[in-house]
């Protein structure tokens, strides 16, 4: 919420440098959003938009009176006034923050994916150049992951964003999504693929969970024990205090027993086929 308040009082100080002198009214309504007097702040802002129809600072004074209204919690107002914007000011530059606003507080504060959609498809569709681009490719791959289990167009999405934007901050997580979705379509070298990048990452936590899903990859989907124990001991030594090296631990006694049970088998057969020989030779 900090970071929302600092948000509106920047956007405030950068439109006084852009525009020059801010009016008294609009300048008194930012001091009681300083104060956390939401309630007033959005009395003068709606006063000032009444009075300065054709102010160079009605533009802001509309975001001001929705991030008041988030900052209240009362999201509605806030998506009705950042619709408001976007309705009366299309064009405008800040016109994608309001979108980002509105596809925030349905994603994050009402857990409405589905409504969230069309917003995230604005952002990437008319606002390619935007910081926010990365956040809307990543949610929208997410959503079609985790919430309609469309594995596939998850995928695409994914690729896409990395493909056009391969040194974007969230590029590792969309290869982090991107693995699980190659993992769900039975496509397994191409998830190890994507885990073992994610693995070099810098994000330590991803990093880590990428490291033991490639074990996991080697051992459940592919069968492949020799691989499978060299990933999981590489990962128990570099992650000693992982929550998941016990099981990490587990699965490599389990490759070792069944190597052991491969090796016998193997030995078994071969002494089987000798025993055979000679008997035929006896023939």
């Known amino acids: 919420m900090r970071k929302i308040l600092f948000a509106l009082l920047f956007s405030a100080f950068v439109s006084g440098i852009v525009f020059g002198e801010v009016p008294e009214t609009f300048e008194k309504g930012i001091d009681l959003v300083n104060n956390w007097k939401f309630d007033e702040a959005i009395s003068v802002f709606e006063k000032f938009i009444k009075e300065n129809p054709d102010s160079k600072f009605k533009p802001m004074a509309i975001r001001q009176i929705a991030g008041c209204y988030f900052l209240k919690k009362d999201y509605t107002k806030s998506m009705e006034y950042h619709n408001k914007f976007i309705l009366e000011y299309p064009n405008h530059p800040d016109s994608v923050w309001s979108k980002i606003g509105i596809f925030r507080t349905y994603m994050h504060y009402l857990g409405d994916a589905e409504k969230a959609m069309p917003y995230l498809d604005e952002i990437i569709n008319k606002h390619s150049n935007t910081p926010a681009i990365g956040e809307a490719y990543l949610w929208k791959g997410y959503i079609l992951r985790a919430e309609n289990e469309e594995y596939k167009k998850s995928a695409e999405i994914l690729e896409e964003f990395i493909k056009k934007f391969p040194d974007a901050a969230e590029s590792n997580r969309a290869r982090y999504y991107l693995a699980d979705n190659y993992l769900q379509l039975k496509k397994y070298k191409k998830s190890i693929e994507q885990y ?79 025993e055979k020989e000679v008997e035929i030779d006896l023939e």
């Not at 080697?218 to 691989?227: E, F, G, I, M, T």
């Not at 001991?233 to 389990?254: L, M, Q, T």
Request: proline share 1%.
């Open 196 to 274: 073992e990048m994610v693995s070099k990452s810098n994000n330590k936590k991803e990093a880590e969970n990428a490291s033991y899903y490639i074990g996991c990859v080697h051992y459940y989907n592919l069968s492949d024990l020799a691989k499978a124990q060299q990933s999981l001991e590489d990962f128990v030594k570099k992650y000693p205090n992982s929550k998941r090296v016990k099981r990490a631990n587990e699965i490599i006694e389990r490759c070792k027993a069944k190597k052991q049970q491969e090796k016998a088998f193997k030995s078994y057969d071969k002494k089987m086929k000798k």
